[in-house]
């Protein structure tokens, strides 16, 4: 998970440890409700426009550390998630390397 992620979490995690039940189920509610009922939230389906102005914003808000850092977590996930493919090939390509071998040998006896 991404620095900036574990720390949103955290906070949240905090913000909610000091609720009492009924702040935490008043603040459940108030998530259904994004906006005070000023866009899609009442029950109309959101928008492909309303979803690009939302990360519009959202990216806007960041300042070009955060967005610097959001690229490089997501370069080196990429690059990991290659990696573990890379080995998940070679394994198996091995394994079949392996079982060709044992089937050669088991022929060649007879």
């Not at 979490?9 to 009924?22: F, I, V, Y």
């Not at 990216?59 to 955060?66: A, K, P």
């Not at 959001?70 to 493919?85: N, V």
């Amino acid at each position: 998970m991404g620095k900036m992620k574990e720390l949103f979490m955290q906070q949240m995690e905090e913000q909610r440890s000091d609720m009492s039940d009924a702040e935490y189920q008043d603040w459940l509610k108030s998530q259904d409700d994004c906006c005070g009922g000023d866009c899609h939230c009442e029950g109309e389906p959101a928008t492909q426009e309303d979803k690009e102005s939302q990360y519009d914003a959202w990216w806007n808000s960041l300042t070009d550390e955060q967005k610097q850092q959001l690229y490089e977590e997501q370069e080196s996930y990429e690059k990991e998630r290659i990696e573990r493919e890379m080995d998940e090939i070679q394994y198996i390509e091995d394994r079949m390397d392996i079982e060709d071998e044992m089937n050669h040998d088991l022929s060649f006896g007879k």
